[in-house]
């Protein structure tokens, strides 16, 4: 089945500075790779997504890269800010008797944005 | 509109007890999935419904485990002779199909077991 593996599980930046995670899975087929945020306390919030049929996509200071060849996919966070620390995590779809159902998670990013 | 609802927030039990925890997804999602996540943790898949289709229950840990989904809305996760490693927040998203449609998450259920 699908396996996703996420780096760095924490990361520290100041402020203002970029902020990248990345992730890999296994499973070739897999075509919808979400990523989540997750505030102490809270529910994952759905951040931006994207599908295999492009290779990046962008969302005001958030962006995600995909290498379908390589089974790699990144999180590009610019100018951060403090609010943006959280949890962050990757995931890609998994399989279930032919179609496709539940998310495989990463592990996790802890990411602090010092002031 | 509303989003995913879940309930109880917080449940204490004891060792061997039984629990039940509720999940309302978005009206008009037609599939439901359940999630646990323990301290420090990342997101453990354990079940999911889609339609009238048979559930994928490849992610529960145990027979212990089992869930239901009544007219295809609401959903019950039931935990038989809990445990204290199921101490975990129980989370449950609905979406409005498979084969990568949004998920959403719920606020979820914490569930600590003495």
């Known amino acids: 089945g699908e396996n996703v593996e996420q780096h760095p599980s924490t990361l520290s930046v100041q402020e203002g500075d970029s902020a990248v995670i990345k992730c890999t899975y296994s499973d070739s087929a897999s075509n919808y790779f979400p990523w989540y945020k997750q505030e102490l306390g809270k529910r994952p919030q759905l951040i931006i997504d994207i599908r295999s049929n492009v290779g990046e996509k962008k969302d005001q200071r958030i962006a995600v890269t995909l290498n379908k060849t390589a089974k790699h996919f990144s999180l590009h966070i610019t100018e951060t800010q403090p609010e943006d620390s959280a949890v962050y995590f990757c995931a890609a779809i998994g399989w279930y008797g032919g179609s496709q159902g539940n998310l495989i998670f990463g592990k996790g990013t802890k990411l602090s944005v010092k002031p | 509109g509303a989003g995913v609802s879940q309930s109880p927030s917080n449940k204490v039990t004891e060792k061997g007890k039984d629990v039940e925890l509720r999940c309302d997804p978005i009206s008009g999602h037609t599939a439901l999935y359940w999630y646990r996540q323990s301290l420090g943790q990342g997101l453990e898949f354990l079940i999911y419904?889609?339609?009238?289709?048979?559930?994928?229950k490849s992610g529960l840990p145990s027979d212990r485990f089992s869930a239901e989904r009544t007219g295809g809305s609401v959903s019950t996760l039931t935990i038989q002779r809990t445990q204290q490693e199921d101490s975990a927040v129980y989370l449950c998203a609905s979406s409005l199909g498979t084969s990568g449609a949004k998920q959403f998450f719920g606020p979820g259920t914490r569930l600590t077991v003495l």
């Open positions: 419904f889609q339609g009238n289709s048979a559930p994928d």
